[in-house]
């Protein structure tokens, strides 16, 4: 039996008797105030909870004015990469325009054969156009000089016209590149702001739910603190009615008592060494290996805690008169319920003792107030 279990027992019988002692209002101003610290470190944690909401709030609230700039930026970002775009294309269709008439020119020049093109440059040709007379020819070349030039300037201002715009695109491709670059960045920033905002709503939602469970849990003490503070109330009013224990007819039946169970005690009341620790437990009551699976009431008496508790499993407290209990625990099933009248000899609750379970054991206490005494005392 685990120390904690023991504990909570022993502070359960106390409570469930009419005739009360100092030692139980002591005892229940201690498990009061033990109470009492748990809600006081429960408010501080729930403290805790709610400032690192809060902190977490602001820090969502300053994320989100974050995303909204990053967001206003891109948008802008957008804005200028298309115009960039828009002129690009116009800026090509220029060039495309121009590359034509450049075209257009040449074949003119071609055609007339005012120039050839070798590697030193441009050469002028003049050709003689025959005419009947000398005069006629001299003006014909002057004609076709001045056409020639005419069309060389041309080409010229659209050579230049043409390098202008090439050079006014290559500026654009490089401005959509950097652009591009700043977006990229921009939206990595944003989507990471995104990422960040999403991890702290999911805090937040955890800290609600901490929030809530702590709220709660501290609801339940404080009932639990009631609900206690009143019972001490109570005690403290029955402690003047009785002074002193009277005899009861279950101390006259001391020895007498049959056994809760047939079987063989393999624990003792009292010290027990426990191999592994050091030091010794004390045994409140006896360890009875069955024979046999009913489990019976040693006197007649009232139902009055029918539970599981950790160590024990299914336990039966029976109340005989205002002082005597017995306890009944590690029960398979249970017969009884809280409030129900039993006779001496009548079955309360059984343990399988054919499941192979090497812990078909009945562990039985006999307690006089708050205090377990030796029940091989009371057993015939």
Known sequence: MSKAVSVLLFAIIPLLSAAVSINDITSANKYLEKLKNEINREEKELKTIKNTREKILKQVRHIEKKISYNEEVLEKLDERMSKLKKNKQKLTHEIRETNKKIHRLKSRLKRSNIYIIDNKGYTKLKLLMFSQTYHNTIKNMEILEIINNKLLDEIKELKKATQKIEDLKAKYDTAESNLKNIYAMKKNVSDELVNQKIKYKQTLALLKEDKKSKEEY?????????????????????ENKSDSISESVFAKAKGTLPWPAEGKVIEEFGPKKIEGFRGKVFNKGIKIALESEGVKSVFDGTVKYVDWIRGYGNIIIVKHDKNYYTLYANLDKIYVSTG????????????????????????????????????SLWLK
């Open 218 to 238: 501290i609801e339940i003490l404080n009932e639990k603190r009631n609900a206690l503070q009143k019972k001490i109330e109570e005690l403290e009013k029955s």
């Open 340 to 375: 129900q009248e039993v006779l001496r000899g009548e079955q309360i609750g059984s343990i399988n003792i054919n499941s192979g379970n090497k812990k078909s054991t009945l562990y039985f206490e006999v307690r006089k107030q708050n205090e377990a005494v030796n029940p």
